[in-house]
């Protein structure tokens, strides 16, 4: 069965922090993303890697960064943590680039800035 | 706005009926998804229904697709309180379609 890992279930951080959210994906998938889900909202792409140490540009990806340097682990990066960056951070993994495929979901990080 | 919108935004009904959720969406599509996420966990794919498709079926899920309408519906039969769940609709756009777009998500709740 597939697996998309994050490293946190719960985290608390503070104004200003560099913030690092990991995922880990063991199902060899080309293609992973991090979106953010607020209430009312749905989710919303921030970054999304077709390959590693390739990256791209969601629909919100101001205050964040990602990294990609090995085919398994996608990091999202708060570099400066805000209060409005508080949310539920979902990772995913995908098969196929072009769409058509399922979207496999790690379990979510809460993060709270305080 | 958000490509995918569902409707109703909750729904609460008695576990053994039926329950009805509605997807519509803006751009032409190359196929639809339906989700669920159980709360407090990630989301979990539930069906895939292609654009020149019109109809699909998952053990008590059937899911309907009208292109001309750009909308979709989740029919899930004999509810169980287990089915309590936010159900979310994804859409592949035709064009520069490598991103999936999701609505906010209907919550259902079945009582037991």
């Known amino acids: 069965d597939v697996k998309v890992t994050q490293s946190s279930r719960y985290l608390v951080k503070r104004t200003g922090e560099k913030v690092f959210l990991e995922c880990v994906q063991d199902m060899d998938h080309e293609n992973m993303f991090w979106y953010r889900q607020d209430p009312g909202l749905g989710l919303r792409l921030i970054y999304f890697s077709y390959d590693v140490k390739m990256k791209e540009k969601g629909d919100i990806p101001e205050g964040y960064s990602v990294s990609r340097e090995k085919k398994e682990r996608f990091s999202l990066i708060l570099e400066s943590a805000s209060t409005n960056q508080t949310s539920m951070y979902l990772c995913a993994g995908c098969r196929d680039r072009g769409g058509g495929q399922p979207q496999h979901f790690g379990d979510g990080t809460r993060l709270s800035i305080l | 706005s958000q490509q995918g919108e569902e409707d109703p935004q909750a729904l609460s009904i008695q576990e053994g009926e039926n329950a009805t959720m509605n997807c519509s969406y803006k751009t032409s599509i190359n196929n639809l998804q339906w989700y669920r996420q159980n709360s407090g966990r990630g989301l979990v794919h539930l069906i895939l229904?292609?654009?020149?498709?019109r109809e699909k079926h998952s053990g008590r899920l059937r899911v309907t697709l009208d292109t001309s309408k750009k909308s979709s519906s989740l029919l899930i039969t004999a509810s169980r309180a287990a089915d309590t769940a936010s159900y979310f609709c994804?859409?592949?756009?035709?064009?520069?379609?490598?991103?999936?777009?999701f609505g906010a998500g209907t919550r259902l709740f079945v009582k037991a």
């Open positions: 229904i292609r654009s020149n498709e």
């Open positions: 994804a859409t592949d756009a035709r064009t520069g379609g490598f991103k999936t777009i």
